[in-house]
């Protein structure tokens, strides 16, 4: 089967995978790539913005101006861009999303007049994505498909037993709800003179924030970041309504980080309240939770406990046999 996924965001490759440079839609292009490509019977390739045609873990990565000299495809996958299935003629079109596109944006971005001629059955990531979805944007079709971490954080070792110091995290962008997370970090921090929380770059840490022991991480590579989690107490993110999954909760919950959040967007999915950590319904309880996680040794371990029993519960083999289903049981509306 001649699989052929359609991306064009920034320019990268299967080699990219564990580059600061790239962000979760990448990730997620070159885990599937790859996983896919394992399977007897798939030919795989990716037109992208890749400098240089090469050939990674069996995945053929192509610059997407070349497409003319390829034939089409048995299934085409467009990650987020409706306009880019005009490169080739199929009849198995899947439009895999990435974000809440109300109707507006939608007709806006110019994506109505190419869903309504190639219709495409759209791949959506979770439950929050699905209701946000317009009816009009999915008449074709919707089906869930949800993520995973990477097989770094899956593949990490993990001690249970151990007590790291009071760090909190929050590894997402800081246009994601950042400054509510500062409110209560103010109360958080009031409560525990010893804590810390990182954030991560780019974000301006004034000198009230200094005092507040509130600090830059370094991305750096994954392996920074899988550091940074580990050595890591508590994630703390409140969620907003643009995360439709929020990989960055994901990567915590499989590295044994109990999680403190707001449930906005997606986040009610990512957190089991009580058992992975809590959902607060108000500022008031982010901070009691918080404070309690941080303070309450027996409380913590215990959910460090089953957050381990959880551990490689989803990966990206799972999000790859999911999706050979869904293609090889799909039926175009004609």
């Not at 995973?148 to 994601?176: G, Q």
């Not at 997606?266 to 996680?293: M, P």
Request: with cysteine; charged share 25%; net charge positive.
């Amino acid at each position: 089967m001649d699989l052929y996924f359609l991306e064009k965001s920034i320019p990268f490759n299967g080699n990219d995978l564990n580059s600061a440079l790239i962000g979760g839609t990448e990730k997620v292009l070159i885990n599937i790539a790859n996983e896919l490509a394992k399977k007897p019977n798939f030919n795989v390739k990716v037109f992208n913005q890749t400098k240089t045609n090469v050939e990674i873990n069996k995945v053929n990565w192509i610059n997407i101006n070349s497409c003319h000299n390829y034939k089409s495809p048995d299934v085409l996958i467009s990650f987020s861009d409706m306009n880019l299935f005009k490169n080739f003629k199929c009849n198995k079109n899947f439009l895999w999303s990435h974000s809440v596109q109300n109707l507006e944006k939608f007709i806006r971005k110019k994506q109505l007049i190419p869903y309504l001629l190639y219709r495409p059955t759209i791949i959506l990531e979770g439950d929050y994505h699905l209701k946000k979805r317009s009816i009009i944007t999915s008449i074709f079709g919707k089906h869930i498909i949800k993520l995973a971490p990477d097989y770094e954080f899956i593949n990490e070792e993990i001690n249970i037993n151990e007590l790291p110091s009071k760090k909190c995290i929050f590894t997402t962008k800081s246009d994601r709800n950042l400054d509510f997370l500062i409110n209560a970090w103010r109360q958080i921090y009031s409560l525990n003179k010893d804590a810390e929380l990182y954030v991560n770059p780019p974000y301006n840490i004034s000198e009230d924030l200094v005092n507040l022991k509130i600090k830059l991480r370094n991305k750096g590579s994954k392996n920074n970041l899988i550091n940074d989690l580990k050595t890591s107490m508590i994630m703390l993110v409140p969620g907003h309504k643009g995360e439709v999954f929020c990989l960055a909760a994901e990567e915590a919950r499989e590295l044994c980080l109990p999680i403190v959040t707001m449930g906005y967007g997606s986040l009610y999915e990512r957190v089991e309240h009580n058992k992975t950590g809590y959902i607060a319904k108000n500022i008031d309880e982010f901070v009691h939770y918080s404070h309690k996680l941080l303070n309450d040794k027996d409380l913590y371990l215990k959910f460090r406990s089953y957050l381990f029993s959880l551990r490689n519960s989803r990966n990206y083999s799972h999000v790859a046999n999911e999706l050979i289903n869904l293609i090889t049981q799909n039926k175009q509306v004609s």
